[in-house]
């Protein structure tokens, strides 16, 4: 299972995510759909470590 609360997100003073909040549980998939260049690359680059989020948290318990 995999969660992400109150996740926000910015680059320098640009915010890009604002409040996210997502859970995926066992045998789930997910699909991140908007408009290009609208926060879905930044939150999977959060949830795998490469970007750091502003405010929130993810976690993962066990595998999914």
Do not use: C, K
């Not at 604002?18 to 549980?25: E, F, Q, R, T, W």
């Not at 045998?27 to 989020?53: F, K, R, S, T, Y």
């Amino acid at each position: 299972m995999f969660e992400v609360r109150n996740l926000s997100a910015a680059y320098g003073q640009s915010q890009v995510l604002h409040g996210i909040d997502l859970s995926v549980g066992p045998g789930e998939i997910v699909a991140l759909v908007g408009p290009q260049w609208n926060g879905q690359v930044h939150v999977d680059e959060i949830m795998i470590g490469v970007m750091p989020p502003a405010r929130g948290r993810s976690w993962s318990t066990g595998r999914t």
